[in-house]
C-alpha cells in the first residue's frame, strides 16, 4: 500500500506518520518512508510517502498513491499529484480536536479518527506503540467516530 | 539474536559506523548529510564506550582531525555533504597517498535535485580524484551494511573509503534487521597496539617528495587489488544491459517488477563504483549506464546514457524520471507528465532574530546597498531585498570586502554590508576578515549569532559550555575573535532591541564613511525555532487595529512574516494567531502604526 501524508510545519505530520509506521510494523509488515520537509519551517510543506508491505525503494511515484491523507485542507491540489483518494478531516473534526486534547495532541487525535474511519491499521496495535498521554488522545478520537 | 530496527539512511550509518568499531566521528552538519552524527551520539550516550563523537569548525578541520585519529590506530569516520568535501579536498586526496592506519571512512551526502544545495556534483568523481574507493548504497539496509563493509575495506587496505549517500537514501527510511548490538572497548587496545609502530611510521606520516612517489606507487597497487575483487552483480535476464548504483537501483528494480521487463532487461548493480574494472558485456544487444548524477560508471566503462541523451544531464533521477527514460528507449509506453502546483516559498520562521535584525539593516543602508550574504537560514532575506549574493561558505565576507575595495577604487559610491551567521563564520568567514582588517576593506559585516546551526537542525556551535554528555567546554565568543583581529569598531546588540539595533547601524555607517577600514556588528538573539529559544524568547502579543490598516501590504512584501497574512475580502493584513509566536518585532514595521501591542 502507498500512503502520501501531508500538512504544515508544526501540525505534528512527522509524528502522525511514526505512529502509522510503527503500528505497521508491530503488524509485522514492512515499512518504508520518505521525509520531505523541504527549506520551509514553520507554516512550510511537510509531506511523508509511506510504503506498506511492497516496493524497494522508500519514494512513491506521482499518480500512484493508494491513499493521500491531509492534515492540512488547503493542499488539495498537491495532494492530487499523488492519486486521487483523499483522506481529510472536516472543519468540525479539527474544530472539536481543539476543544478535546491539548494542542500537541491535535495530531494523534486526528489518528484516532483515522483509524476508526478507515480500518486499515489495527487499533490494538496502535495503542501498543504509543505513551499514556497519546493513547488517551488516539482513544478519544478513534471513539468520537465509533458514538457518532 | 537480532532485532528489527526502523531507521533512516543516515541513521543506518551511524549504526554501522559504530558497531563497526568507530570511536572518532566528526563532521560539519550539512543537509542531507546532518543527522548522522547526532545518532551516533545517542549511540554512544546509550552504550558508553570510549572515544569522541562530536561536530568540527568546518570539514577540513573535521577530516583532518579524523584522519589523524586513525593514525593513531583508532578507527575513525568524518560525516559532511557534498559541498563540504571540496572544502576538505586538500587532506582528502592526501589521506590516499598517506593511508590511514585504522578503518577511515569519509561518508559524504550528495543533493541530486538539488533540494537544498549549491551545486549536484558527483561525490564518486572526487573520490575517483582522490584514488580514494567509493561505495554507494542503494537500500537504507545497504547504507548499514556498506558503512560496516567500509570499515573493513579500509582496514584491510590500509586506504580511505569514501561512503557515498544522497537525499533520498539519506532521509529514507526503512525496516530491516541488525544483530544484537554489542559494544567491545576497541579504544584502548588499538590504541596500544599502534603505537608500537610509531617510529616506523615516520617515513609515511612525514613523506617527502620522493617517498610520495614510492605511496604512489603503493596507493596504485592497493587499488588494482581492489578492483579485481569489485564485481558487478547482476539481477534479471534481458539483453539491455542497466548499469547503475546507488538509489537509482532501487527505483529501477520497482519499474522493472511493474512493468514486468524481467525478460528484457538485466539490471547490473555497481556497489563500489571506483575502482571498477571493464567486464564482458558482448552478449548485451545495448548498454546503459543510468546514475546519479555525473556519467562516472558510464564513462569508465564506456558505456551509452548522458552523453548520447537518454538520461538527463542535471536533476535527480527520481521514481518518475528513471521511467521516462526506460520509455524513451521504447520498452514501456510513456506517462503522461503531472504538473505539479508551485507551493509557497520557505522564508524565515516567525519571531525569528534575522528577520527585525536585516529589517534594521535595510532601514539604515537602505535599497542600494550592496547585501553579500552567505550559505544559512538568513540566505532567506533575499525575499525582501537584504541579500544580493549567495556563493560558499564564508564569501560572504569575501565578497563583501573585495567588492568595497572596488566601489572605493571606482567612481561610485556604494555601501557594502556582508551577512554571515555565527556559525558560518568560523566555519570559513574568519580568514577573509583577517585580510579585510590588513587591507582596510570598509565594509559593514553584520554577524548574525544565534548560537545554532539552525538550518541543518539546530547542531551546536563551538559557542556552547556543556557537550551533549554533559562535559563542560569552553565557550568561543565571536567579539573576541574579532577584536583579537584588530577591528576596533565591534558591537554586539540584540535585535529584539529595534531602536537600539537602528542606533548602533547609523554609527557603523558614519564610521565607515569616515574611517576607510571594516566595521563588524553582532546582532545576537538565540533561535526561536527550538523549544528552549521559543519558550525563553521575550512576550509581546500584538494586534492590527483594523481601522488604520491601509492595505499597504509594505509589512508583507518588506518584511515578510509569515503569520501577517492577506485578507483577500477586507484587503487588510491580518495575524494567523496559530502561526504568529508573539515576539512584537512587527510592530516597528508599519508605517501606518497600525500593529500595535494588546
Ligand atoms: S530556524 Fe532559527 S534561525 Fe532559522 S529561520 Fe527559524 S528562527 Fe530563524
Ligand atoms: S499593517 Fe501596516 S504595513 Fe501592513 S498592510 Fe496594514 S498598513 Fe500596510
Ligand atoms: S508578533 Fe508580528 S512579527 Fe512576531 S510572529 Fe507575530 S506577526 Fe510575526
Not at chain 1, 50 to 74: C, F, H, N, Q, T
Not at chain 2, 108 to 117: E, H, I, K
Not at chain 2, 254 to 277: A, F, N, R, S
Request: hydrophobic share 40%.
Amino acid at each position: 500500500m502507498k500512503l502520501v501524508i501531508l500538512g504544515r510545519g508544526g501540525q505534528g505530520v512527522l509524528f502522525f506518520s511514526k505512529v502509522l509506521a510503527q503500528t505497521a510494523i508491530e503488524e509485522g509488515k514492512s515499512v518504508k518512508t520518505t521525509e520531505i520537509k523541504g527549506m520551509a519551517k514553520k507554516g512550510g510543506v511537510v509531506e511523508v510517502q509511506m510504503k506498506i508491505g511492497e516496493g524497494y525503494s522508500p519514494r512513491i511515484k506521482r499518480g500512484s498513491a493508494d491513499l493521500v491523507i491531509l492534515l492540512s485542507p488547503d493542499l488539495k491540489a498537491y495532494a492530487k499529484t499523488f492519486g486521487e483518494k483523499h483522506f481529510f478531516f472536516s472543519k468540525k473534526e479539527m474544530e472539536k480536536a481543539l476543544k478535546e486534547v491539548p494542542l500537541r495532541y491535535v495530531n494523534i487525535y486526528l489518528l484516532g479518527i483515522f483509524l476508526a474511519k478507515t480500518h486499515i491499521f489495527d487499533i490494538d496495535k496502535a495503542i501498543k506503540v504509543l505513551d499514556e498521554e497519546n493513547k488517551k488522545a488516539l482513544l478519544k478520537g478513534y471513539n468520537d467516530v465509533q458514538s457518532r | 539474536m537480532s532485532y528489527r530496527v526502523y531507521l533512516s539512511g543516515n541513521e543506518a550509518i551511524a549504526y554501522g559506523l559504530i558497531t563497526g568499531g568507530v570511536r572518532f566521528l566528526t563532521g560539519y552538519p550539512g543537509t542531507p548529510s546532518s543527522e548522522i552524527l547526532p545518532t551516533a551520539q545517542k549511540l554512544k550516550l546509550r552504550y558508553g564506550f570510549k572515544g569522541f563523537i562530536d561536530w568540527a569548525i568546518n570539514e577540513k578541520v573535521a577530516l583532518e582531525m579524523a584522519f589523524s585519529s586513525s593514525l593513531c590506530g583508532i578507527k575513525s569516520a568524518v560525516t559532511m555533504k557534498q559541498v563540504g568535501l571540496n572544502v576538505a579536498m586538500d587532506p582528502f586526496v592526501n589521506s590516499a597517498y598517506i593511508g590511514p592506519s585504522a578503518g577511515f571512512v569519509i561518508v559524504v551526502a550528495d543533493d541530486p535535485g538539488p533540494y537544498s544545495s549549491q551545486t549536484e556534483q558527483d561525490s564518486r568523481v572526487a573520490a575517483y580524484f582522490a584514488k580514494v574507493p567509493v561505495l554507494d548504497p542503494s537500500s537504507v539496509e545497504e547504507a548499514y551494511l556498506f558503512a560496516k563493509k567500509a570499515l573493513e575495506i579500509s582496514e584491510e587496505f590500509k586506504i580511505p573509503i569514501l561512503l557515498r549517500t544522497t537525499t533520498a537514501l539519506s532521509h529514507g527510511k526503512s525496516d530491516f534487521v541488525i544483530p544484537e548490538i554489542t559494544i567491545k572497548d576497541e579504544f584502548q587496545p588499538a590504541f596500544k597496539e599502534n603505537l608500537k609502530n610509531w617510529d616506523k611510521e615516520v617515513l609515511r606520516l612525514a613523506a617527502t617528495p620522493k617517498q610520495r612517489f614510492l605511496l604512489h606507487k603503493a596507493l596504485n597497487e592497493k587499488l588494482k587489488t581492489i578492483s579485481e575483487k569489485n564485481k558487478i552483480r547482476y539481477f534479471y535476464e534481458g539483453d539491455i544491459l542497466i548499469l547503475t548504483s546507488g538509489m537509482v537501483f532501487s527505483y529501477l528494480m520497482e519499474i522493472v517488477e511493474e512493468h514486468k521487463l524481467q525478460k528484457k532487461i538485466t539490471l547490473g548493480k555497481v556497489d563500489m563504483p571506483y575502482p571498477l574494472k571493464k567486464e564482458d558485456f558482448s552478449k548485451f544487444k545495448k548498454v546503459i549506464t543510468i546514475e546519479e548524477t555525473a556519467p562516472f560508471i558510464e564513462l569508465l566503462l564506456d558505456t551509452e546514457g548522458r552523453r548520447n541523451g537518454i538520461v538527463p544531464s542535471e536533476g535527480e533521477l527520481s521514481l518518475e524520471v528513471c521511467e521516462h527514460i526506460l520509455a524513451k528507449i521504447g520498452l514501456i509506453p510513456e506517462r503522461k507528465s503531472i504538473s505539479i502546483p508551485p507551493l509557497k516559498r520557505p522564508s524565515l520562521c516567525p519571531g525569528c532574530g534575522h528577520r527585525i535584525g536585516l529589517f534594521a539593516v535595510k532601514k539604515v543602508f537602505g535599497k542600494k546597498t550592496i547585501y553579500t550574504g552567505d550559505i544559512g537560514c538568513y540566505t532567506l532575506a533575499l525575499n525582501f531585498g537584504v541579500t544580493d549574493t549567495v556563493f560558499c561558505m564564508g564569501a560572504g565576507v569575501s565578497f563583501a570586502g573585495a567588492m568595497s575595495k572596488i566601489f572605493r577604487l571606482s567612481d561610485k559610491k556604494r555601501f557594502v554590508v556582508g551577512i554571515v551567521g555565527d556559525s558560518t563564520f568560523l566555519h570559513s568567514g574568519i580568514p577573509p576578515l583577517v585580510d579585510a582588517y590588513h587591507y582596510r576593506f570598509p565594509f559593514l559585516l553584520i554577524i548574525l549569532d544565534n548560537k545554532t546551526v539552525a538550518m541543518t537542525g539546530n547542531q551546536k556551535t563551538p559557542a556552547h559550555t556543556k557537550s551533549y554528555e554533559g562535559e563542560p567546554l569552553n565557550s568561543v565568543k565571536i567579539e573576541t575573535i574579532v577584536e583579537g583581529i584588530g577591528i576596533d569598531f565591534v558591537k554586539v546588540v540584540d535585535p529584539y532591541d529595534y531602536r537600539k539595533t537602528v542606533k548602533i547601524l547609523k554609527e557603523a555607517k558614519k564610521y565607515l564613511s569616515e574611517s576607510a577600514k571594516p566595521a563588524v556588528v553582532i546582532l545576537r538573539h538565540p533561535c526561536v525555532y527550538t523549544k528552549e529559544g521559543l519558550e525563553k524568547n521575550p512576550k509581546k502579543p500584538v494586534s492590527i487595529i483594523e481601522e488604520k490598516c491601509t492595505g499597504c501590504k509594505y509589512c508583507i512584501s518588506e518584511f515578510e512574516c509569515p503569520a501577517l497574512q492577506w485578507d483577500e475580502e477586507k484587503e487588510k493584513v491580518f495575524i494567523d494567531k496559530t502561526l504568529c509566536i508573539n515576539c512584537g518585532c512587527c510592530i516597528f514595521v508599519c508605517p501606518k502604526k497600525a500593529i500595535s501591542e494588546v
